[in-house]
């Protein structure tokens, strides 16, 4: 279900030609049973005029989706607001003739989550997302061949509700068997891409945490004043209730299999250590070898001919090999002076005269 996508209101297109906005498709289940219908003006108001409860299912919707929710059904501007704006905080917020929720369930995209927006009545339920609901599809094939009004809306919310919610228990038991089949992988042999699926799974668990706590608070608050909301008596409070149960579970079992990652990745880390042991096991082994056979190879090598040929026994080796090294500290080296010549006043002058006078000969 999606509709075309056009420009803003307001800004004409590119090449000046007017586009007709194609409205949306949603699934609608009332007295007749179930089936996809166009979301316009139209149909909302035949289905409100009808009298009968109805659920409008809208997945994707657009600027003048959320128009006709605001002029046709009246909703609160808040509600409307933070309904235009996902990622909310889980919720459950009353006004004066509907109740506005936000709750998660698990979806088939890559965060593995779903948020809906619900607004109940006493006349209808719509609920509003933007990602695909697989949880929708049981709760709809229910309704589907239901030939008269729906007598009980508020278990209709429920069971909206608790699908979402129980849809976390397949991801978890898939989890579940995954976190297995890693551990028996890291045993047999560890390597790095089991440690960044460990990473990835943690950051799944992570992102479920956010957002079922908050749903689990909620519904805790509804304990004992689910009779104050539009739309609901006071022997519903124990259909919330078991969803809050479900909700506990689905908490307990995300901090228990984060705790299994976390053991799973204290095994990988301990396997990559063991086998680092083990290698340099191997190393020492071998340097224990060839140390002793670099020693004497280095020693006989030597080109000190009448050494090396007097050795003939172990004590000789000892007193030519060990005793005869030299164990003193190096001596600083010597700087060779050049001795400086000194010429007194007037030596100059002597040689001069000297080198003049005429030599004698013998």
Known sequence: MSATLLP?????PADGTTLAVSPSACEVVHDQGSGVVTFDRGTVESLLASGNFFWLDLGHPTADDFDILREVFKFHPLALEDSEQFNQRAKVDGYDDFVFIVIYGAGPDDDRLVEVHCFYSERFLITVHRDDCPAFAEVRRRYRKRERAIDHPSLLLY???????????????????????????????????QLQEIFQMKRQLVGMRKT????????????GSVAELPGLAEEDEHYFRDVYDHLIRISDLIDSYRDLLTGAMDVYLSTVSNRINAVMKQLTIIATI????TFVTGFFGQNFDWMVSHVHSWPMFLVL???????????????????RLVLRPGTIEEMHVRSSQPRHRR
Do not use: H, W
């Open 8 to 12: 803003a209101k307001g800004s004409p």
């Open 159 to 193: 069971r909206v509700v608790d699908g979402l919610v129980d849809s976390f228990f397949p991801s978890l038991a898939e989890l579940d068997d995954r976190i297995d089949q890693l551990e028996d992988a890291i045993f047999m042999k560890a390597d790095e891409n």
């Open 212 to 223: 079922v706590t908050p749903q689990r608070d909620a519904f805790a608050s509804l304990m």
């Open 290 to 293: 060839f140390l002793p056979l």
């Open 321 to 339: 090999g060990v005793g005869s090294e030299d164990r003193r500290p190096p001596r600083a080296p010597r700087i060779l002076q050049t001795p």
